[in-house]
């Protein structure tokens, strides 16, 4: 179990000093964060709905990432964007695109094809439009944590995929208790948190561990 929780914190340290220095970015994970934990009360509720709120916080985290987060030189972490991107666990911006571009295509799809060839009955209303649309875009946020891990399976480790997976489902509670005081510091006009220079989760093999995919 310590191997495990050891690369557990390796990956969310990573993450967190690598691609998380904007307080604009931490505060809108933060709020993504509150969102998410709406989503997983609405799974067995309303399977739809989680669907559609999943995706509200995944572009509110998403928007902090492309326009807010720095994409040049990392000073910090003396490493190369370019570096960051190819060492990520989990979706770089690339995997990141054209995730978000079949996200977007999803209700073309169901426009186009009402019935998405017999997986749904064609809506009467715009109610059921939209309920498939939820289905659909549910489908799609779960496709795509398989889709990496079962890639991270094949590009790493079996242990590595699930730690990640892992780390992703509880990422809002992590998140929540990480940038809680990350609006204050906005306030106080600190656009970079500078903690993180200075941060020490106790993992001497941080950045190191990496492997480029």
């Keep these: 179990m310590s191997r495990l929780s050891n690369m557990l914190r390796r990956q969310r340290f990573d993450d967190y000093r690598l ?17 998410f934990l709406g989503c997983y009360a609405l799974l067995f509720k309303d ?27 990392d000073t910090v972490n003396d490493v190369s964007n370019d570096y960051k991107e190819a060492v990520k666990v989990g979706y770089n ?16 799809a169901l426009y186009a094809f009402p019935s998405l060839f017999g997986l749904f009955d064609p809506p ?31 590009t790493r480790d079996v242990t590595t995929g699930l730690v ?8 809002p509670f992590h998140n929540i208790a990480l940038y809680w005081n990350s609006p204050l510091k906005l306030l106080r006009g600190e656009l970079i948190d500078t903690a993180i220079a200075d941060a020490d989760w106790g993992d001497e093999e941080a950045v190191e561990a990496a492997h480029p995919t």
């Design 19 to 35: 691609y998380h220095q904007s307080t604009i970015n931490q505060t809108l994970h933060l709020v993504s964060a509150v969102i």
């Design 47 to 73: 399977a739809a709905l989680a669907g559609i709120v999943g995706w509200l916080a995944m572009l509110t985290r998403q928007t902090g990432h492309f326009f807010f987060e720095p994409n040049g030189y």
């Design 93 to 108: 911006q690339t995997r990141k695109i054209i995730l978000l571009l079949v996200w977007g295509s999803a209700p073309v």
């Design 124 to 154: 009467a209303t715009r109610l059921d439009f939209v309920h498939h649309v939820g289905m659909l875009w549910l489908a799609i946020g779960v496709s795509g944590g398989l889709a990496r891990m079962l890639q991270l399976f094949a």
């Design 164 to 171: 990640w997976v892992f780390k992703v489902l509880t990422d």
